[in-house]
């Protein structure tokens, strides 16, 4: 076992699972892979090649499997025909066109899923089935029938589609298409010989739809080994988790989506043209399909519940028709004897009391049975057959009970009454329409019949004629056919005037009642005339009201549209004003950033130009500075050294106005006589006077150094004449009026 499993190059993961699955994980192994594993201990060489070239050849079968799938699905992976072509070839179609072309892509590319399942199930399924658990063609047939005629219609029809495709490719171009005839595959697909073997196929398919899945299911709950095949195929990549149960219901739903695609095709398709008449014809013929399938469906459904009906029906109940004859639970299915309705209903006894009955309608007789311990048996209610012939059967509506009827059966030991009650009064004329049906082909049935065996039995007696008198002399088969005819033309004749004219054919009371049922059918047939004209003029009134609101929604329609076109030309217009101005405004924002940056420009050269000026400034400030220090210190050394110092103008200076302070002196005269090289002139005593006073009160505090002090000390230590200082006093005080009288003038 473990030689197995680690020799096996595996490259499809699927089938790799499957074997762990099966074996490895769970410890269960159907036959299948006993088979397989099932050699001679003492040999594991021819164990391990043996089951490596078995899953080698299972994988080449998977992958070539795989390719197929995959090409049928080539050209179509995109999920729309918009996609699947260039966008500048989309712009060159109308929104109608391009509608119309993506519904009959999404008809190709579910055409295409529906092979793709179709294929899985035959090539898959049925093929591990057949080979895995040997089950034979009648039981593959039961779970899938008519797999093979599927396949092969759907892939001749998705061929015709792709080889349409094909023909409608750009030139040079190997996907923009555009289809515009579509309308002659599918009339082929679904008429003549195609149509035929599509209604057989697809009716015996939807028919056993049930019985394929019961089987199916009864399989997966009974046989291990088929539950185990199941999970190992549903894990393969290429099943993609379909189970049969679902591949069933997708086939069974196919036949029903091509009305719907149809439609949107001939919706987006414009009228009056010849596709669109096509197209037409088309869907008409898709769904005739489609009632014929449903038609097998019901018939097939209804012998299955004919036959469920017979197989609880007890086998030694039996039942009696009106003229003598017994009736078997055999009988109920024997011969071309089929259900054609049935239901619950009510028989109503001579005491009164209701019954519960199951009526059963078939073509030729109405069965009443009575359920009695979860079994059927033939009911047996005031002794009356529970069997009635359909022959002379005659059903009318109870006068003043809207959901009962009378059923009268004539024979000929007299007529027989049954009342029969429904659930609902839909329910008895759903009943009535049915059994009159029924009796009226039950009626031509049988005269078929009889002229039938009549025909022959005279065409057989002129021919052992023929061949008696003249045993040497044998007529062509065309003349003899032709005399045939012309004798059961009369021989149909003579037997409808014997019928009419043959007397004491019927008893008297039996006619009353079919003339008395004649009389009221005629009546009956009035009233569904007159019913029917009134009906019809409901209906044109409402055909005429609908068209009113039709008309009146075609109008609102057309006023919402040109609202619609204003409201569009409206905002075009203001999408185009709100495009200028917003260009305006781009254009305002650019020419306020250039004037920005340029008042930026500026601002920064503004800003240069205060710094060199206030740079110039201080440097002017700094070289004035030194300079009238200097010359103070020259100023003060003159008058200190000067043999004929002037007294006053000492002595007015010093009342004009006071020293700086020592500390600020010194510093200031600190400097060297180095840095004042020329001494300026000397002025004459007045003009030096306001001169001095004018540059002290422009000279800072912090100038006067104590060169000024020392010159102060000097000029104290002298001795001022008495009238010196007193001329001094005086020439002060007029110094002081008229620097006051000159202050008072510049104010």
Excluded at 513 to 519: F, M, V, W
Aim: glycine fraction near 4%.
């Amino acid at each position: 076992m473990k030689n197995v499993l680690l020799i096996l190059p595996r490259n499809d993961c699927g089938v790799c699972m499957l074997m762990f699955s099966g074996s490895s994980i769970t410890g269960e192994m159907d036959e299948v892979d006993a088979f397989r594993m099932k050699r001679p201990t003492d040999d594991p060489v021819s164990l391990a090649s043996t089951t490596a070239e078995s899953l080698i050849d299972e994988d080449a079968y998977y992958t070539t499997v795989r390719g197929e799938l995959e090409a049928i699905v080539q050209d179509f992976e995109v999920e729309s025909w918009s996609l699947a072509v260039d966008q500048d070839f989309l712009k060159k179609h109308s929104k109608e066109i391009i509608k119309r072309q993506d519904v009959i892509y999404e008809l190709i590319q579910t055409e295409i899923h529906h092979v793709r399942t179709l294929k899985i199930m035959l090539l898959v399924y049925a093929r591990d089935l057949r080979e895995a658990l040997q089950l034979d063609d009648r039981k593959l047939d039961c779970l899938f029938p008519q797999l093979d005629s599927l396949l092969e219609l759907h892939s001749h029809f998705l061929s015709r589609l792709r080889e349409r495709r094909a023909e409608s490719l750009q030139p040079g171009s190997d996907h923009n298409y555009a289809i515009h005839k579509l309308s002659d595959i599918l009339i082929s697909q679904f008429s003549g010989e195609l149509g035929e073997r599509m209604k057989e196929s697809y009716g015996d398919f939807c028919s056993r739809h049930t019985e394929a899945v019961n089987y199916y299911k009864e399989q997966q709950q009974s046989n291990k080994k088929f539950q185990n095949l199941m999970r190992k195929i549903s894990n393969l990549p290429i099943v993609r988790r379909l189970c049969v149960p679902e591949c069933i219901l997708l086939v069974t739903q196919r036949i029903t989506k091509y009305p719907v695609l149809l439609e949107r095709i001939l919706h987006n398709t414009e009228a009056g043209t010849e596709e669109h008449e096509g197209l037409a014809q088309a869907l008409n013929l898709i769904k005739d399909v489609i009632v014929q399938v449903d038609a097998q469906v019901s018939l097939y459904e209804k012998e299955a519940r004919l036959r469920d009906i017979a197989s609880k029906v007890e086998p030694k109940s039996l039942g009696k028709i009106k003229d003598g004859r017994v009736f078997r639970k055999e009988d109920l299915s024997q011969g071309r004897r089929k259900l054609l309705f049935e239901g619950m209903v009510n028989w109503k006894a001579a005491s009164g009391r209701l019954k519960d009955i199951l009526a059963l309608l078939l073509t030729d007789v109405l069965v009443l049975l009575q359920e009695k311990d979860q079994r059927y048996v033939f009911s047996t209610v005031d002794n009356k057959p529970s069997v009635i012939s359909l022959q002379k059967l005659i059903v009318r509506e109870v006068a003043h009970e809207e959901r009962a009827m009378f059923l009268i059966c004539a024979s000929s030991k007299g007529p027989e009454m049954y009342e029969i009650h429904t659930a609902s009064k839909e329910e008895r004329n759903t009943w009535i329409t049915h059994i009159r049906q029924a009796v009226e082909r039950s009626v031509s049935d049988c005269n078929h019949i009889c002229v039938c065996s009549t025909v022959s039995l005279v065409t057989r007696k002129r021919l052992t004629t023929i061949q008696t008198s003249s045993p040497f002399c044998l007529l062509p088969p065309q003349a003899i056919i032709s005399q045939q005819d012309s004798h059961i033309e009369l021989q149909r004749a003579s037997l409808l005037t014997a019928e009419r004219d043959r007397p004491g054919s019927r008893n008297r009371g039996t006619d009353v009642l079919l003339e008395q049922e004649k009389q009221r059918n005629v009546e009956k047939h009035r009233e569904e005339l007159a019913n029917f004209q009134r009906l019809q003029n409901q209906h044109r009134q409402q055909q005429a009201r609908w068209e009113r609101e039709r008309e009146k929604q075609r109008r609102q329609a057309e006023a919402a549209e040109q609202r619609l076109k204003e409201r569009e030309e409206e905002c075009r217009r203001l999408e185009l004003r709100l495009a200028e101005e917003r260009q305006e405004l781009e254009r305002q924002r650019q020419t306020y950033q250039q004037d920005l940056e340029r008042l930026r420009e500026s601002t920064r050269v503004v800003e240069k130009e205060k710094e060199r000026l206030e740079q110039q400034r201080k440097l002017k400030k700094h070289n004035t500075m030194p300079n009238t220090a200097a010359w103070y210190a020259q100023e003060a050394g003159q008058l200190s050294s000067s043999s004929s110092f002037n007294g006053e103008l000492l002595l007015g200076r010093a009342g004009d106005q006071k020293l700086p302070h020592k500390s600020h002196l010194r510093a200031s005269l600190s400097a060297s006589r180095a840095d004042y090289p020329e001494r300026p002139e000397v002025q004459s005593r007045r003009e030096s006077s306001c001169g001095t006073l004018s540059a002290k009160t422009e000279v800072p505090i912090h100038l006067i150094s104590t060169t000024n002090q020392l010159h102060k000390q000097g000029s104290v230590q002298q001795q001022i004449p008495t009238k010196l200082a007193a001329l001094s006093k005086g020439k002060e005080k007029s110094g002081k009026g008229k620097s006051s009288h000159r202050t008072d003038s510049r104010g």
